[in-house]
């Protein structure tokens, strides 16, 4: 074949690959039509049956050169890339999504501002044991000119011998000692019920892990004013985290803090896996502050440090960390919060890290 009769079949190759591109997008766009109209119907995207119809179609037409395999190959794709646009044309439409707001949404506490671009804490003990125990933390929170109290009084324990919290008598000790020492309470809530009661306590709602798909929790918080702190579930994608958070959204409370606080893996160097590359992700696909709890995400004392100056370089809005005044003895995470020294070394190598790094 001499090079001009190759370049006038490639010119036509080329023709026919126009055509190909204008085609599939004018497929594309129709498909994007049907995927509104079965939204608003609240029909399924995924229809296997049509894709089989007009596949069976395509085959009885087929003449050659392709095999039938080849075609339906071909096609086959072709419906999977429509499937997927159909999906990112829902799930931009979603209240949480970057695509609707590209502006950070900030969520203010006592004059903390997730979402402003720099780094905030949250710092308290696993649980609320005692008045005493509280307040020793509490007073080395603020000495540090920090804001967040973090403590638990409703605890989802794993087993259900294990110390349960204080319940109603711990939130109110946690209010009694923020407004001490003119700190914001940040506490979980595991009962839809309990929420109003609690709201007298607490300033931010934290929805833990174990609750991230109690969807009535989700709802309720959602119904509230107040800032939610809502924690990724133990096994839950990114997409899943994303919809709870949409739960709340929907409600017309737009005050979250999403938190990364490692997801179940294989490994057991670590109680958790932290999914650091989470937080861009999270950063890219919406506009909610995003922090990352390093305590549960490590369950290791001695990874906290790392742990906090990658979230922070990877640029996470901030950081949760538990502190006990003695931690030998807590009645819950033993092993993973840090004494008040050690919580000064802490906040010292932030201080650092912030002022060279970010
Ligand atoms: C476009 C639709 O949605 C999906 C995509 C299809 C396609 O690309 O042709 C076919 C069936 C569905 O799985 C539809 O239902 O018609």
Do not use: W
């Not at 001009?4 to 085609?23: F, G, M, P, S, W």
Request: hydrophobic share 40%.
């Amino acid at each position: 074949m001499n090079s001009e009769e190759l370049d006038v079949l490639r010119k036509q190759v080329d023709e026919i690959n126009e055509k190909i591109l204008h085609l599939i997008s004018e497929r594309g766009r129709l498909v994007q039509k049907i995927g509104k109209l079965k939204h608003a119907q609240g029909i399924n995207r995924f229809d296997p049956e049509r894709e089989r119809v007009m596949l069976d179609r395509l085959l009885s037409l087929n003449k050659g050169p392709f095999k039938d395999a080849t075609i339906e190959h071909i096609f086959k794709e072709i419906f999977k890339a429509a499937l997927e646009l159909q999906e990112s044309d829902q799930k931009s439409e979603m209240l949480f999504s970057r695509k609707n707001r590209k502006e950070n949404t900030v969520v203010s506490v006592k004059g903390e501002t997730f979402g402003d671009g720099k780094p905030h804490f949250i710092f308290g003990p696993c649980s609320v044991e005692s008045y005493e125990q509280t307040e020793a933390v509490a007073k080395a929170v603020k000495e540090k000119g920090l804001k967040l109290f973090r403590g638990g009084a409703f605890k989802p324990r794993t087993s259900p011998y294990d110390f349960q919290g204080l319940g109603f008598e711990g939130l109110k000790i946690l209010r009694e000692i923020a407004d001490k020492y003119d700190l914001a309470v940040v506490s979980e809530i595991v009962n839809p019920a309990h929420m109003e009661e609690a709201l007298e306590y607490v300033d931010v709602i934290q929805i833990g892990a174990r609750n991230m798909q109690n969807f009535e929790l989700l709802k309720e918080a959602g119904r509230v004013r107040k800032p939610v702190l809502l924690k990724r579930g133990l096994a839950a994608t990114i997409e899943e985290f994303l919809y709870a958070a949409e739960y709340i959204l929907s409600q017309g409370n737009s005050q979250i803090i999403l938190c990364e606080r490692g997801i179940r893996t294989f490994e057991r160097a670590t109680r958790n896996t932290l999914d650091i590359s989470a937080v861009p992700v999270l950063k890219q696909e919406t506009h909610l502050p995003v922090i990352v709890d390093v305590t549960h995400s490590t369950g290791r004392r001695d990874l906290l440090i790392p742990a906090a100056k990658a979230a922070l370089a990877i640029g996470a809005d901030g950081v949760m960390a538990e502190v006990h005044p003695n931690p030998s003895v807590a009645l819950s995470d033993a092993r993973q919060q840090m004494d008040l020294d050690q919580f000064s070394v802490f906040m010292e190598e932030m201080e650092k890290f912030t002022k060279n790094y970010l």
